[in-house]
């Protein structure tokens, strides 16, 4: 697929980038021209597509490690994270604190070390991956939606305190995605096949959005094209948040 060469001669940094929406993601920059580094525990399938950089968002001495291998950067995409099961009444004190180190103050870790070289760039972007489960309430997800949610307000508060540096800030609400992650959370339920229709079945279009979907909206974030577009997030959720489908 050619998608042009908007992302020619920039360099970009993609958390996450082993799989999923991540390594999607890195192949369409990539392919439109961008030098790529994928920051991630583990290289995954990105071989070929980005330089793997050892990084574990949830630690600070990681992440900034991880920048010193940089000397410019144009375009940060957020998009590690984690998720946990259960409602406020089953989460334990040590998985809020787990999933809010990585999800927000792993995403404003990787901002913040990312700053001194996004300020050098005329077409500086940053991407956070944020979700539907930031303005819908989804079952059983009590701590994911609360970092999601946290997530959406940051990117428009970062959207306005770096209005002036010339560095736009917006976000993607991704619906449930066809991913290695999800997958590994549907092989835990007890009827696997179920549970999938049951996923597909709450969204609007009757199937899951794909890992490419998410990284081409992220994309069109990004690009240098969209040099008006800060403080915005794009909903790629199958219809999930507006529309409601009689039954």
Known sequence: MDYGHDFAGLTAVVTGAGS????????QLAARGATVFGFDIAAGDMAGVATWVSCDIGDSASVAAAFTSLS??????????ISAVGSVETATDE???RVLNVNVVGLARTSRNALPLLRKSSVAAIVNTCSVAATAGIPMRAIYSAT????L?????????FLADGIRVNCVNPGTADTPWVKRLLSQAADPVLERAKLEARQPMGRLVSADEVASAIC???????GSTTGTSL?????M?????PK
Request: hydrophobic fraction near 50%; proline fraction near 2%; avoid cysteine.
């Open 20 to 27: 999923g929406i991540g390594l999607a993601t890195a192949q």
């Open 72 to 81: 410019k950067l144009d375009i940060l995409i957020n998009n590690a994270g």
């Open 220 to 226: 069109y974030l990004a690009s240098p094209a969209q």
């Open 241 to 245: 948040q507006g529309l409601r489908i």
């Open 235 to 239: 909903a790629i959720d199958g219809g």
């Open 148 to 151: 999601k949610g946290a997530v």
């Open 95 to 97: 998985e809020w604190a």
């Open 153 to 161: 307000s940051l990117t428009m508060a970062m959207a306005n305190d």
